[in-house]
């Protein structure tokens, strides 16, 4: 039986690597041409991105740079990896935040900031994770970047317990965003150091949690490839109709007259199936990815 090609949005679980989840969507689909675009952490859950067969060769050109989170936040330990993973390092009771304290400093992480990546993300520091660095037992110190965090809003605010304060937070951020490393930042700017105790993906790009499927679901069900690849292409770029005598020009990886649109869009068949993925530049459009070969 063949496989068909799209995209499949799973619901991660927690305690999964992304890549863990890879391999159980090649055992469900029987194929092992599966890949993922935008990689969870094992304790994050929520939306993950996956490409199946021809669908694999979207996953580069999707538009996956904002992300939405649900998270608590713990504030009053630190840890060596910033969430609930690593070892403390520093406890410092809360008693004395107060809620506008906690506002005032989520208001000055909010907006284009400059954010030093936590210790454990999978940043290459002379050819080796940091995360491996970490484990190993160095201390890695990483150059800040440029983020957008769009909003960072606090949900609810439990009450003191045992000298630490758990925050129920949502975020809209840009591709780079560590949320445990807002949470970090927000706990030294409170004096108190903070970490990461659970973390949801709800949005990347246009992806969200309502389209998302777990695992158990995909394996139960008749198709599990829930999006095939016209209807993948038609969801997320622009789209571009064509004759047959152009159409077949795609599939030999021709050029055809521009289009006029912007950034990356599909190219669809006169039968409505989806060819390829063009581009306008320099006056005509260029094939990015032919999906059906002549």
């Not at 499949?8 to 305690?15: F, L």
């Not at 706990?187 to 903070?194: K, Q």
């Not at 077949?248 to 039968?271: I, K, T």
Request: aromatic share 4%.
């Amino acid at each position: 039986m063949s496989v068909r090609s799209g995209l499949v949005v799973v619901d991660k679980p927690s305690g999964w690597t992304s890549h863990d989840v890879v391999g159980r969507i090649r055992r469900i689909a029987g194929t092992r041409r599966v890949g993922h675009a935008g990689t969870l952490d094992p304790m994050a859950t929520g939306v993950l991105v996956l490409g199946v067969e021809r669908g694999t060769k979207l996953l580069g050109h999707l538009a996956l740079t904002d992300k939405s989170y649900t998270a608590t936040i713990r504030l009053g330990q630190s840890t060596v990896t910033d969430d609930a993973e690593g070892d403390v390092l520093s406890a410092v009771p809360v008693d004395g935040v107060s809620e506008a304290a906690v506002l005032a400093a989520m208001a000055g992480l909010t907006g284009e900031i400059e954010q030093v990546p936590s210790q454990v993300s999978a940043i290459k520091v002379d050819g080796k994770r940091s995360y491996a660095r970490v484990r190993a037992g160095e201390r890695v110190v990483l150059a800040p970047r440029a983020v957008t965090v769009a909003r960072f809003d606090l949900l609810a605010a439990g009450s003191p317990r045992a000298g630490v304060l758990d925050l129920s937070v949502e975020v809209d951020c840009s591709t780079g965003t560590y949320v445990r490393a807002l949470a970090r930042d927000l706990g030294e700017r409170l004096g108190v150091g903070g970490h990461l105790t659970a973390l949801r993906r709800t949005r990347v790009g246009p992806f969200g949690i309502g389209a998302a499927v777990t695992l158990e679901a995909l394996g139960d069900a008749f198709e599990p490839v829930p999006i095939g690849l016209d209807d993948a292409v038609a969801g997320c770029f622009a789209r571009r109709d064509v004759d047959e005598e152009q159409a077949n020009s795609v599939r030999h990886g021709r050029r055809l007259p521009a289009a006029g649109l912007s950034g990356p869009y599909g190219v669809f068949g006169p039968d409505s199936h989806v060819i390829a993925l063009m581009t306008d530049r320099d006056g005509v459009a260029k094939p990015l990815v032919v999906l059906a070969p002549a």
